[in-house]
């Protein structure tokens, strides 16, 4: 099986470190291989084509993506193929985001500037 994490890495951060241990650690436990390769988020538009084809199931990963809409776009076609999907940390929050989006048809869900402010 081959895994994309959905994410743009930097060895500096902690949670994406751990995210590429836990793969490593689960397939040797389990006794199954699993490869896996970061998916740099900017690339996903112009590369879906070869991203579908590439990878059985996807890791929303941790961290800040340089391109929103690219980890949406991964988020929704798996989705909509019924492909393994997974996310920790900011990456759960993007699936919710998605669904939101595309499901409950809120639009702007997510974006800060739409956030309900209370008046008196």
């Not at 397939?27 to 590439?54: C, H, N, Q």
């Amino acid at each position: 099986m081959k895994v994309g994490i959905v994410g743009d890495i930097s060895p500096e951060y902690p949670s994406q470190i751990a995210t590429n241990n836990a793969l490593m650690h689960s397939s040797r436990k389990l006794g199954v291989f699993v490869e896996y390769e970061w998916i740099p988020t900017a690339t996903i538009s112009e590369k879906m084509d070869t991203i579908k084809e590439t990878y059985q199931g996807f890791w929303i990963g941790p961290g800040v993506p340089d391109s929103i809409d690219g980890v949406l776009s991964i988020i929704q076609y798996a989705r909509e193929n019924n492909v393994p999907l997974l996310g920790t940390c900011g990456g759960f929050q993007f699936i919710i985001m998605e669904y939101a989006r595309n499901k409950m048809m809120l639009e702007n869900a997510g974006l800060k500037n739409e956030i309900p402010t209370q008046t008196n």
